[in-house]
């Protein structure tokens, strides 16, 4: 089946060719025909094109993990997709090592299967879930967002899972419940760095309740079609499109619901340079460096321009009302 893109005339090539990126690139240009009216035929040749994705043209080595369309406003940015192999390579997981280069090496001692989550504290119902079980709490829905790194780079990451919402009302927090706290594995057998002093272990994040809440937090199983490549944080853990990327807790087995502010591992490292909130701001500079732009992998060459970093990570109208009335400068 060949479709012909209203942008550019692009006919695909031999379907053995088409690479995640131009899947990604043909789901726009076919969201920007259904605008235009022709939708009805391309939508099947899409359907089967996308099952067809699924089996045979998975980016990487990883099981399958399908998400329907999220209908979470502000869930999938027409950005292009950032190519698979950079996703998977550029990655920032102390656990594994410091060097962007040192997950996609280290991390295939992780093991992710068998796996629990432990959900505890203010809560009615405590429970130790199961990886087959905890995928099965919500409808696996694909998210097209933006990943921010407070280092001054950013990315565009097709992640599989569901508002963690989902997770938090089943638990049914107490009325005192006001932060939830994440935290990853730190398994020294198996996680070469967990005893570096470069952080204090476990790596610990943590959100407001109402933060937590928000539709566009997600807690997620997969990338690109598949589950979790390790060095991505295996098999599950959360996304938080609106803050810088250290608040996205990779390898999580543990959640727990408190009172107080938790103490985070970054904010206890360096207290002066990483708040509890750390939501995207161009106007507050980290101490050594301006977070005023970024720059998107992928784009690095030579006379790649800079881009401007947005409010919240460009989902203020989602997110923005979670701050009203807050000193985002003393709340960095
Ligand atoms: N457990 C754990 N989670 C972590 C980190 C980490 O070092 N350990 N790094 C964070 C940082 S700084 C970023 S930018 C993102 C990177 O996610 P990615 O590698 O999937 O792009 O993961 C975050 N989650
Ligand atoms: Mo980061």
Known sequence: MLIKSS??????????????????????????LMASGAAGTVLASWASREAFAQQAQRPGKGAALAGSKSGVPGA????????????????????????????????????????????????????????????KLGAQEERIYRLRCVEGWSMVIPWVGYSMSKLIEKVEPLGNAKFVEFISQADPKTMPF??????????????????????LALLSFGMYGEVLPN???APVRLVVPWKYGFKSGKSLVRIRFTDREPKTAWNKAAANEYGFYSNVNPNVDHPRWSQATERRIGEDGLFAKKRKTLMFNGYEPQVGQLYAGMDLKKNF
Do not use: C
């Not at 899947?23 to 969201?31: A, G, N, Q, V």
């Open 7 to 32: 942008r550019d005339g692009f006919i695909h090539p031999a379907s053995s060719e088409i690479t995640p990126r131009a899947l990604y690139r043909e789901r726009r240009d076919i969201l920007k």
């Open 76 to 135: 999938v940015t027409m950005e292009k997709v950032t190519e698979y192999k950079d996703a998977t390579t550029y990655n920032n997981f102390y656990e594994f090592g410091t060097d962007k280069a040192d997950p996609a090496k280290n991390a295939h001692t992780l093991k992710p299967t068998p796996w629990v989550v432990e959900v505890e504290g203010l809560v009615k119902k405590p429970t130790k879930f199961a990886l087959e079980d905890l995928l």
């Open 194 to 215: 967990v005893g570096s002093s470069v952080l204090d272990w476990p790596y610990v994040e943590g959100l407001r309740m109402d933060e937590a809440m928000h539709p």
């Open 231 to 233: 060095q991505n944080g």
